[in-house]
Nanobody
Framework: QLQLVESGGGLVQPGGSLRLSCAASGFTLDYYAIGWFRQAPGKEREGVSCISMSGGSTNYADSVKGRFTISRDNARRTVYLQMNSLKPEDTAVYYC?????????????????WGQGTQVTVSS
């Protein structure tokens, strides 16, 4: 059974950091590009970052550039999203997703497998 499980969310103060993990089970990540998305209440799901199958290409939403870093460890079947200098507007449920496309895509419709999400709340 193909499964993605996110972890690492929580409550953090503005300016703080969190590292999200996306662990795959039932399949190897080697052949998938991975994206991180987020959805705040009342808003559409938006792309945050993605990393290509090889890890050689990454993309970031303008709103997180310079603050978030995506990385992958295929041996551990895990993709990470390091989030620094967090802002209240980063509050959302964060999802990871996998696509057989070899390149990054910021479109949710491009992704075949989704995790259940992890809540990130940035508040003082």
């Amino acid at each position: 059974q193909l499964q993605l499980v996110e972890s690492g969310g929580g409550l953090v103060q503005p300016g703080g950091s969190l590292r999200l993990s996306c662990a795959a089970s039932g399949f190897t990540l080697d052949y998938y590009a991975i994206g991180w998305f987020r959805q705040a209440p009342g808003k559409e799901r938006e792309g945050v970052s993605c990393i290509s199958m090889s890890g050689g290409s990454t993309n970031y939403a303008d709103s997180v550039k310079g603050r978030f870093t995506i990385s992958r460890d295929n041996a551990r079947r895990t993709v990470y999203l390091q989030m620094n200098s967090l802002k209240p507007e980063d509050t959302a449920v964060y999802y990871c997703a996998a696509t057989l496309l070899t390149y990054c895509s910021g479109q949710p419709s491009s992704y075949h497998h989704w995790g259940q999400g992890t809540q990130v709340t940035v508040s003082s």
